[in-house]
C-alpha cells in the first residue's frame, strides 16, 4: 500500500479523533514498518510479533505485491486475555490460525451475537459492526489473520477505525457468550 494517504474523512473528524486507531496505528507501522514483499516468509503461528498497546493484543502488517486494496495484518491474544472492543470501515475476513476463542459482534443498540472460533476458523465480522476477541486458551496465545480493503478506504478517505467506549471483560464476555448461545445467536457453536 502506499505510505502517502491522506488523514480519512471519517477519522479526522473532531468528534471520532479521541475513540480512532488510525494515528496509533500509523505510528506502529512506522516504528515496525510492515513485511513487503510476494511473500511472507515466517511462519503465521511463530513469528515474533511487536506489542500493540492501543489495541491490547501483538501484531504485524504486510503489505504484499504492492497492493492497492488489500492489506492484512496477523493479530495475537494472550492466554486467557482479549482485544479491544472496537469497530472499522474495512470489510475484513478473519482466519484463525492458532488456538481457540470466540468474538462478540453487534451494531448499536442490536443484540450481540457470537462467533466461536479454533484453528481454521474462517469469518467475518460486517463492516461498522463493534466486535471484541476473547482467547479462551488460559496457557498459550491464540493468533488470526485478517485481511482487509485498507488500501481502498485510504485511498476513498474513508477510514476510520474507532474503540468502543465500553470494554468487555473475559469474565462479563463469557456470560454474554452463554446468553447468546442460550438464545440461538451463537454461531460455530460446538459444545
Known amino acids: 500500500m502506499r505510505d502517502d494517504y491522506e488523514k480519512g474523512v471519517l477519522s479526522s473528524e473532531?468528534?471520532?479523533l479521541d475513540s480512532s486507531e488510525i494515528a496509533a496505528r500509523d505510528e506502529f507501522?512506522?516504528?515496525?514498518?510492515?513485511?513487503k514483499g510476494l511473500v511472507v516468509e515466517d511462519d503465521l503461528r511463530k513469528m515474533d510479533l511487536p506489542a500493540r498497546p492501543w489495541r491490547k493484543n501483538k501484531g504485524h502488517y504486510f503489505d504484499l505485491a504492492d497492493y492497492e486494496v488489500l492489506g492484512a495484518h496477523i493479530s495475537e491474544l494472550m492466554p486467557g486475555r482479549n482485544s479491544v472492543r472496537h469497530r472499522h470501515t474495512t470489510e475484513a475476513y478473519l482466519y484463525v490460525v492458532k488456538g481457540h476463542g470466540f468474538s462478540l459482534?453487534?451494531?448499536?443498540?442490536?443484540?450481540i451475537e457470537a462467533v466461536e472460533w479454533q484453528e481454521?476458523?474462517?469469518?467475518a465480522p460486517p463492516r461498522w459492526a463493534w466486535h471484541q476477541h476473547f482467547n479462551l486458551d488460559t496457557e498459550d496465545t491464540s493468533r488470526y489473520l485478517a485481511i482487509q480493503d485498507t488500501g481502498l478506504l485510504r485511498t476513498l478517505r474513508l477510514h476510520n477505525i474507532e474503540r468502543h467506549s465500553v470494554q468487555l471483560t473475559p469474565e462479563d464476555a463469557q456470560l454474554v457468550l452463554e446468553e447468546a448461545v442460550k438464545?440461538?445467536?451463537?454461531?460455530?457453536?460446538?459444545?
Request: aromatic share 6%.
Open 120 to 123: 481454521g476458523t474462517l469469518f
Open 14 to 16: 473532531k468528534k471520532n
Open 29 to 35: 507501522n512506522k516504528q515496525h514498518p510492515p513485511t
Open 183 to 191: 438464545q440461538g445467536r451463537a454461531h460455530n457453536h460446538k459444545r
Open 105 to 111: 459482534i453487534n451494531y448499536d443498540d442490536e443484540p
